[in-house]
Structure formats: C-alpha cells, structure tokens
Nanobody, 116 residues
C-alpha cells in the first residue's frame, strides 16, 4: 500500500518562505510525474507544480518565479516556496503517479497559512 506524507506547512508572514516535503512509502512500480496541488477553502484543487521523471518541471502561473519543485530521491519531492502571499494560503497536497498501474496517489495534505 502506497502512502504519501507531507510535512513543512505552517504559518508564515507575507514575504516569507516555507519548504514542503513529501515522502512515499510502499511500492510504486514505475514512478511517473510527481507534483504538488493546493486547495483553498471553497475552491477546487489546483496544480501548483509538477516534476517529470527526466527532471522537467511545470508550474502554475501563480507559482512561477516564486516556487521551486525538486527531488533528490524517486520517493521524495519538495516544494520551496518563496515570497509567499496571503493568496497562497491553502492545504497543499503532494501526488505521485504510477505509470505501470495508472494510479495516482495523494498525501493527506499540509496546511500553509500566509498572514498579511
């Protein structure tokens, strides 16, 4: 059974930084894209950033120039968030996709709150 666990969320002032981490346990046969999404209260869950197996990255417009997705291990993914804004306040979820089983796995989420 695959489990993803996020950490690193918290309360920060506008302009501050946070680094989110996500680790996977269990067997993922063929790790494909790994990414971060976020969901604010009353809103849909939106893509923040994705990193592909070859290291290519994709960012939401709101994250470009401020957030950096990275990895140092097939079962780890990080999100460095700089210059945080109150509108970045949301629950952040990491996700891994398994190419061989066509499965998408999600973490339980970590809360990020940015005060003005």
């Amino acid at each position: 059974q695959v489990q993803l666990v996020e950490s690193g969320g918290g309360l920060v002032q506008a302009g501050g930084s946070l680094r989110l981490s996500c680790g996977a346990s269990g067997t993922i046969f063929s790790i494909n894209d790994r990414g971060w999404y976020r969901q604010a209260p009353g809103k849909q869950r939106d893509l923040v950033a994705i990193i592909t197996p070859d290291g290519s990255t994709k960012y939401a417009d709101s994250a470009k120039g401020r957030f950096i997705i990275s990895t140092d291990n097939p079962k780890k993914v990080y999100l460095q968030m700089n210059s945080l804004k109150p509108e970045d306040t949301a629950t952040y979820y990491c996700t891994f996709s398994d190419l061989s089983t066509h499965s998408n796995y999600w973490g339980q989420g970590t809360q990020v709150t940015v005060s003005s």
